[in-house]
């Protein structure tokens, strides 16, 4: 009896396109859980303290990059960002409501003329001790910034495991009489859960 080699040929090729494609998936899947996301994306936030009502630090991580600033004397001064009340060293922190591994902090004010700095990005991997101001020595700095800037993209050389991100204001040392105020429109915190 003869065997129809062409056949068999055309059944092994056709079980190893399967077993390619399902490693692929498998793949897919894996290296789509490695892609950091934003894990600072709707969490929970604090301040040093808000101008007023319309400047929420929560708006710092709703997602939107847009801003609008309005005339003082109107009550509402800034909104769709946070604008900290004036005062040394003001900050703003983001509880990520877990510990991830950090990988990029994205830093925005909204507008090119609207700048922060000089400023500190500070972790801390546990709750306790969350006023980066009054418990600074508690907290790790990952980045300070010496420069005013609008939009700051940070990738970090090295993961950092934390479960709160801050930002703060620090003394200017140009004009170390004047307080500081603080103004945000977003802030990204791109991560890894454990």
């Known amino acids: 009896m003869a065997v129809d080699h062409s056949a068999m040929w055309v059944k ?19 290296l789509a859980s490695l892609t950091p996301s934003n894990v600072a994306l709707n969490k929970v936030t604090f301040s040093s303290g808000q101008h007023n009502k319309s400047s929420s630090p929560s708006v710092v991580v709703d997602g939107d990059k847009s801003y ?56 801390k ?15 790790n700095v990952i980045q300070s910034v010496s420069t005013l800037v609008s939009t700051y993209e940070y990738p970090l050389p090295t993961a950092v495991y934390a479960q709160h991100v801050a930002v703060m204001e620090k003394e200017n040392p140009r004009q170390p009489q004047y307080q500081q105020v603080l103004l945000l429109t977003e802030v990204e915190v791109y991560g890894f859960s454990e």
Do not use: H, M
């Open 12 to 30: 092994r090729l056709l079980l190893f396109r399967k077993e390619l494609l399902v490693l692929w998936l498998l793949v897919s899947q894996a």
């Open 68 to 123: 609008s600033f309005t005339i003082p004397s109107s009550g509402r001064f800034c909104t769709q960002c946070f604008l900290s009340t004036l005062s040394d060293n003001p900050w703003w922190r983001v509880d990520l409501g877990g510990q991830f591994f950090i990988t990029n902090i994205n830093i925005y004010t909204g507008s090119a003329y609207r700048n922060i700095g000089p400023f500190e990005i500070l972790s």
């Open 125 to 139: 991997e546990t709750s306790g001790n969350l006023n980066p101001a009054d418990d600074y020595s508690q907290w």
